[in-house]
Nanobody, 118 residues
C-alpha cells in the first residue's frame, strides 16, 4: 500500500527555517519522482519542488527559489523540503506527492501545516 506522510510543520517566525519530511512507504523511492506542493487558504494548490531520487535532479518554483531546497535519503525512503528565510506568504498546508508539479500525481500525503507569523 503506497503511503506518503509529511511531518515537520509548525509555527515559525518570519525569517525562520523549517525542514519538512515526507516518509514514503509501499514503493521504492528511487524509482519515482516526488514533489512538494502547498495550498494557502483561499488559494489554489501550488507546486513547490520536485526531486528525482535516482539521479538527484531537482526543480524549485521561482516563488521559493533561493530559499527552499529539496533532497532525498533513499536509504530512509524519505524526501525533505528545507525552507529558509520563511515569509508570512509561505503559510500553507504543505503536501508531498508521488509525482511532480506539471506531471501526473498518483498519491498524496495528508499534508502538514506551516504557519509563518510573529
Amino acid at each position: 500500500q503506497v503511503q506518503l506522510v509529511e511531518s515537520g510543520g509548525g509555527l515559525v517566525q518570519p525569517g525562520g527555517s523549517l525542514r519538512l519530511s515526507c516518509a514514503a512507504s509501499g514503493f521504492t523511492l528511487e524509482y519515482y519522482a516526488v514533489g512538494w506542493f502547498r495550498q494557502a487558504p483561499g488559494k489554489e494548490r501550488e507546486g513547490v519542488s520536485c526531486i528525482s531520487p535516482s539521479d538527484g535532479k531537482t526543480y524549485v518554483a521561482d516563488s521559493v527559489k533561493g530559499r527552499f531546497t529539496t533532497s532525498s535519503d533513499n536509504a530512509k525512503n524519505t524526501v525533505y523540503l528545507q525552507m529558509f528565510s520563511l515569509k508570512p506568504e509561505d503559510t500553507a498546508v504543505y503536501y508531498c506527492a508521488r509525482g511532480c508539479p506539471g506531471w501526473e500525481v498518483d498519491y498524496w500525503g495528508p499534508g502538514t501545516q506551516v504557519t509563518v507569523s510573529s
